[in-house]
């Protein structure tokens, strides 16, 4: 992917982040038998939230939520320009750094335990992500981006097991339940994101939005050269995440850990080494 | 230029004499003056032997040798002496073994002819460590003895100057044997330094770190009673002649190993480390930066060539890495701030010494990256502790909430530390990433598969800990409006800023600072230099590439922080309190302290024992 | 741009309850249910004082609610409308000059919109919303004050400081 495809894609990005978190709005509310809102709903948000009069805690934590965005923006651009995929995979963690910060920089008790546990999140599913970027590796040959998406062979054939623990991490990265302990919005009132309002929101929440094509492209890279598998993908995983957002309650965040720990990343481990075995 | 490396030994201990001669409160200006003469004059030394015909050896007279055997001696004596005044069973019973240890040795030691002084690369890279971050500590610590204890000031900054001194000597010799006493004198130079205080804990902790490291210093002396035997082999050199060489003995190697694991505080050996906390900061910042520790992975890294592949260097990485995610984890439970940091020092030692004994060009660079970062943000992160105890009083993670309020600066430095061990345009990270690329290299043993596993989550949960102390530091009143920047000692700005600099410039230009200077290190170490191009700021590996524009990307996004917050206030906002359902609340917000991961400990160190002793066993061949 | 538009098409609620019996909050989460479904309209139930836009109160106000309901109200950004769901927020209903009550939400906030019923039909929840709506549209981003309270604001507000003299007003003394 050229530089200028990738910019272009990481401009648009709020717009088909948008379009995506509206797609799921729809999607939920028909699973739950509900007619739900119109598709372009994300965006009268967002225009709404301009409109707002902004009020603040302090200048520090407003100003962070708006770092959240670029951080995100950003490392949305690293992971689209086709460089390296460890370290798209850590300018992500650098875009919750400013989110997690944020969220403790204010004495508020539902911010404070957001941000603990939007890092317990990351402790969650970060190892599984290195994981498959050198999973790919083995399987590509390359770490870089472009190489993945212009190789031969088809990854997903090769680390089935991967591709579903990343699956069942997509929740996690997502925050949807079951692994949405970070927001929990009848519990914790969205966590680090509680004390934003009017456009300081909107920079959240437009950040969430870049976050799924951000999750999104990461499973299209287990289709490799085959796009058309890819968008298949990523339509397979959207429905199954709606699914499970929809049929599961939360579990609390020692559960949300455990299960990545004990059960993700082992199986994400058995694929590592049946094609460590079967390359050797 | 044998003389520039002599002089390398003997310039500390000249200033640090003449520093103890003049104690006092008058002579505190001129103490400081000496002392600080101390990083010119060691950092050009080391410029002139870093630019000097390398490898060097020095053939030394037979009368040091002779002079080496007599300070054994003493230097054992005295350790029995401490045994038995405080009536500590182990020093006594260790000290008596090494001593007979040590006659043994000095009975069928052959002669050889092999040079006892050897200045490669590598060791001037750690005298460019010790000459830098080092002295740089020691100017530090006049100002802390100035503002503990202005008497016992000369005495404190002339053991540190002398620890320069010994950590230079010792990582400059050959011969096993010297390396033993300058071993034991580092350990001797720990324990004067962790009892300095005089109480009782101190002594009590002082004591632990002295029976700890006297096993290492048995691990060396098996080693070379070992390696006399099958081999007469009494200098690193010579056993740097049989790599790539088949079935060789490893019990010599296992035993200098284990002592690398001991003297780098690996589990279960770790709680000495964790005891130098009770001394003045400035001990634990020359502990876990730039002497002591740092033999650890310089022994690994001398050894790696003649490990490599075999059974001991897998050994190694499972037990390394398993510290590196148990300590980790570990220290996620503690509160207060110098034992947070001092299990991040034991963790990430477990990395240095995880990459080292992978023992590719690849992971041989990674490891000296890390060592190099790894002192300068150590000693940084603890002189910054240091003034968090001495000015305002903060000692617990309790005791700096909203430490942004009082000390900006403090927190700036202390963040930037922190943020420089994990996330990703820092030094330490770029030496993670390139270790995990080139782990996945050799995925097809076992072995490295579990250091892809440890390297994936133990990097997590070292930035798990370090964000939650970030964010205990920022967090802030919303009536607090504008920052004030507190006013720091120039002593202790002038010890910190160049190390921030270091980290940031030096982070910047990465590519051009590990082809230039680590990569002739990584050449001496093990014959070939790493695979790595610099184009720019772009550092291209053999299997990626970290972009010029990513590295200044994520600075930008990251120095935008601080500077925001210094002059952005949004004083056209509306302000509000915080949501509390409505309630009108006093709000004391605690931290979270992972309490429930106390019950892993018993395990954790269970399993370090297990694997301390399956490595020694099975990949030292004992059996 | 005019954005005035978009303040119809999603308009986010925060409910609270000052002592209501609970049949009317019953009736409001039935309006989220699929049977009504209020968020064809995209409206949510975000629960969070500084991201709503319409502030549904239910109950007659106890005395020790109305500084909570206060507090709640100052927390939220403008434009925003307060709609007074059922009779008791309406007037205070059954609890009417009660020792405990303040008669209705209006007495300690302005409302717009009061929607009848004991309890309140979802359908006339939905009603009082979609006109709530109408007068979200025409409002201005002006901060907006209970009628009671003579407090001196200037932009930029601080609201901590706002509502502890609007307290003092009400108490006729500085409460802590």
Redesign the interface.
Known sequence: MSYWTAFILTLFSPVIGGFIYGLERIVRARMQGRVGPPLLQPFYDFFKLMDKRSIIIHSFHAFMGVMYLIGTWFALFVLLSGGDLLIAIFFHVLSLAFLVVGGFSVRSPYSVIGAMRELLHMVAYEPLYVLSATALYLVTGTFQVSGILHSEHVPLIYLPLLFIAVLFSLPAILKKSPFDTAEAHQEIIGGPEIEYSGKFYEAVYTAKWIEYVYAFFFIFLFAGGNHILGALLIIFAFFFFNLLDNVTARVNFRQMVAFHWYILIPLAVTNLMLIALWRS | MEKIVYSLFLVPWVLALAVFLLPGARFHRLRQLITFLSLPALSFLTYLVWNGHLPLQIETPRWLNLAFTVYDYGLLLYFLYQGIKFRDFLVTVLALFQLFLLTWILLIMPESSVPDFYVDRLSAFMFLIVSTVGTLICIYATKYMEQENLERENRFVAILLWFLGVMNLAVSVNNIEWFFALFETTTLASYILIRFRWDEVSIKNALRALWMNQIGGIAILLGLLFGIKYYSFTHFTQFLSLSGKPAIVMIPLGFLAVSALVKGAQMPFHRWLLGAMVAPTPVSAILHSATMVKIAPYLILRLSPVIKGTLLAKLLIITTGFVFVGAGLLALTQENFKKILAYSTISLLGLMMLTASMGSSMAILASLTLILFHAVVKALLFMEAGVMEKLFKAKYIEDIRRLVERAPITVAFTSIGFMSMTIVPYGIFVSKWMAIEEASNFLSHGAYVGSIIFMATGGVILALLYFKVIGVMTRKRGEFLKFQLEKVPFAYLFSTVPLVLFVIVGSIFIAKLLCLSVNPVVEAVIGTPAPIIAKGLTLITPVSELYGWQIIGAFVLLLIVPILAYFVHFTGTDRVYEYTCGEKLELNIGTYNFFCIQVVEPFVETAAVALFILTLVLGGGLV | MD??S??K??P?ILH?NTGSCNGCDIEILACLS?KY?V????ILN??????S?ILLVTGPVTKRAK???L??Y??M???KVVVAVGACACSGGVFRHMYNVENGVDKVIPVDVYVPGCAARPEAIIDGLIKALEILKSKG?D?ELPSWCKADVK??????KL?NSCLEEFHGCRRD
Do not use: C, H, I
Not at chain 3, 39 to 42: A, I, K, P, V, W
Not at chain 3, 155 to 160: Q, Y
């Open positions: 954005f005035k978009f303040r098409k999603s986010w609270y699929p479904d968020e064809r309209f995209g975000r629960g969070n004082p500084k991201q836009d500084e909570r309901l507090r709640l100052f927390e950004p403008e434009p981003k901060l932009p930029p507000v601080n609201r901590a509502l």
